[in-house]
Nanobody, 126 residues
Framework: QVQLVESGGGLVQPGGSLTLSCVVS????????IGWFRQVPGKGREAVSC????????YYADFVMGRFTISRDNAKNTFYLQMNSLKPEDTAVYYC???????????????????WGQGTRVTVSS
């Protein structure tokens, strides 16, 4: 059974940092493309970052470029989103995603991905 479980969300002050983790089970992470997207209630999905194939290129949305870093540890079946210089507008529920073929920022936004987690809430507020 495929499962993705996010953790690491919470409340942080503007300018602070958080690291989100996504532990996967039911498949080998090193065969999969991975990504992160976020959603604010009442608004659409926003793609945040992805590694387009199992060993592909890394992409970031413009609004997180230079502040967020995506990484993976295949041996631990875990991938991460390091978030620095957080802003109040980064407040959202963050979801991790995986697909055996390709993930792009566009496919995450329209939901054309095979698997995603239940989300972890990030609140940036003073």
């Amino acid at each position: 059974q495929v499962q993705l479980v996010e953790s690491g969300g919470g409340l942080v002050q503007p300018g602070g940092s958080l690291t989100l983790s996504c532990v996967v089970s039911g498949f080998r992470l090193d065969d999969y493309a991975i990504g992160w997207f976020r959603q604010v209630p009442g608004k659409g999905r926003e793609a945040v970052s992805c590694i387009s194939t199992a060993r592909g290129n890394i992409y970031y949305a413009d609004f997180v470029m230079g502040r967020f870093t995506i990484s993976r540890d295949n041996a631990k079946n875990t991938f991460y989103l390091q978030m620095n210089s957080l802003k109040p507008e980064d407040t959202a529920v963050y979801y991790c995603a995986a697909d055996p073929r390709v993930i792009t920022l566009a496919t995450m936004e329209i939901g054309v991905i095979d698997y995603w987690g239940q989300g972890t809430r990030v609140t940036v507020s003073s």
